[in-house]
């Protein structure tokens, strides 16, 4: 069993930059696409971005988000600059067995706690 622990939410201006650090207690996590995803009251939970040997991004977020890992401090970390007030949001990291890429939430089988993002015009 695989527990995230997120951290780095806050409240920002528009076109400032947080970082998002989600640590990871578990086994073979270097063996686990780790992925972003974001929701808001209401409304379905968005893929953001995912790591495993490579990075893919969401349309909305590419240029403006970095993600990377730390294999051996089990951490995986969202740089997100030029935020925007659309970014408002809950962030969950996630872990998926395997290296394959997916932006689809039902094929992560854990998930952080969430951390709150707010961007202010």
């Known amino acids: 069993q695989v527990q995230l622990v997120e951290s780095g939410g806050g409240l920002v201006q528009a076109g400032g930059s947080l970082r998002l650090s989600c640590a990871a207690s578990?086994?073979?996590?270097?063996?686990?696409?780790m992925g972003w995803f974001r929701q808001t009251p209401g409304k379905e939970r968005v893929f953001v971005a995912v790591?495993?040997?490579?990075?893919w991004y969401a349309n909305s977020v590419k240029g403006r988000f970095t993600i990377s890992r730390d294999n051996a401090k089990n951490s995986v970390y969202l740089q997100m600059n030029s935020l925007k007030p659309e970014d408002t949001a809950v962030y969950y990291c996630?872990?998926?067995?395997?290296?394959?890429?997916?932006?689809?939430?039902?094929?992560?089988?854990?998930w952080g706690q969430g951390t709150q993002v707010t961007v202010s015009s």
């Open positions: 790591i495993s040997w490579n990075t």
């Open positions: 578990g086994r073979t996590f270097s063996n686990y696409a």
């Open positions: 996630a872990g998926k067995p395997g290296n394959y890429y997916s932006n689809y939430a039902g094929d992560y089988n854990y």
